[in-house]
């Protein structure tokens, strides 16, 4: 397998996604590159190396090699296998070993990107990654962590009922950025309706009121498209959280590459899309209903309606998401939030301290018993004072 991680040409530093800059930047020599440098460096150091190799050089002793635009990606290579299709990874293995201090390290199977526990070096291990899609874009971090603890402490003086010690600093350090990976289905559908309306008039004239009951037989057809419709591709990711946090803004997808990973945790899908398509149909189908039902108006009753609808074409592709986890626990229970890591929108589940609930119950009871003997007082005639 291959563990990759991206070096400072100047220090040797590894190189880290930065989402307010955009760029991958070092932070010992505080320079930064950009994904089409990267691309650029990548290229030019292969023709490179392709030429040295045909002159019968060795390009590693070199030392009048050009400095790099962008930094390089080094290689640890535990298992090598040929790659037959070009939209597929490497193949996949357990353990991982370290690039910066040589230690093997075990993850989560599902895990593409992470950090080495003993040194801290992040680590994409495209490895994991074998006989999976490879994502065909992702959306970059823009929100840093900075924001997305701001968004959690906004979020948690928002509950009135939260205890005061539910936050803490130790614990909200554990605040992680992670790709989750997403498929995004398109849809051509047909939406085909029927309906019975009923539609009232009354006139009145020469004393005499005249009612008029008209009736209607409705049909509706219309073809109808969605793009982009998104569901996330991990088993063990609450999917009711990722839809809090949802849209995100299309036009943020970029080209996927590994760069982006650098400096995050990433998952590899374990829900294959076509195991979605039952999820993803029914939510569809609530969209052809809704679309059906606003399409009739001006009617005074609607009845009868008889929907089928239909799916012409179904097609997903593979994404990547950031988002923001905190799983917080609190009082031997864990409480989750998650912050959209492009737009900053943020969801979860807040705890409820017994203390406040208490003093607001005892507040209502003296607040409903004053009342009550306010308004005694005033019905009886006498005086409250």
Known sequence: MAVKVYDCPNCGAHLLFKPELQKLHCEYCDVSFTIEEMDSYL???????KRRAAQGTDAAASDTAPQPAAPAPSEV???????????QWDEAAALFMCERCGATVVTDQNTAATFCAFCGAPSIISARLENMLKPSTVIPFKITKDRALDSFFAWCKKGRLTPRDFVSQKNVEKITGRYVPFWLFDYDAKMIGDAKAVKISV??????TITTTAHYDIHREQDMTWGGIPHDGSAKIDD?????IEPYDTEGFTPFSMEYLSGFFADKYDVHAQ?????????????LQTAFSSSIKGYDRVTSKVQNH?????????TMMPVWFLNYKYRSKTYSFVVNGQ???TAGDLPKSPLKILIILIAVLIASTILCWLI??????????
């Open 43 to 49: 290229a030019q150091k292969e023709e490179e190396e």
């Open 77 to 87: 290579k535990q298992a090598t296998a040929p790659q037959a299709d070009p939209n």
């Open 203 to 208: 006139a009145s004239g020469g004393g005499k």
């Open 240 to 244: 009711g959280l990722m839809e809090l």
């Open 275 to 287: 195991d979605l398509f039952p999820k993803v149909d029914k939510r569809v189908n609530e969209y």
């Open 310 to 318: 239909q799916f012409n074409a179904r097609s997903a592709k593979y």
């Open 343 to 345: 737009t900053g929108k």
């Open 376 to 385: 005694g007082g005033f019905l009886l005639g006498g005086s409250t004072i």
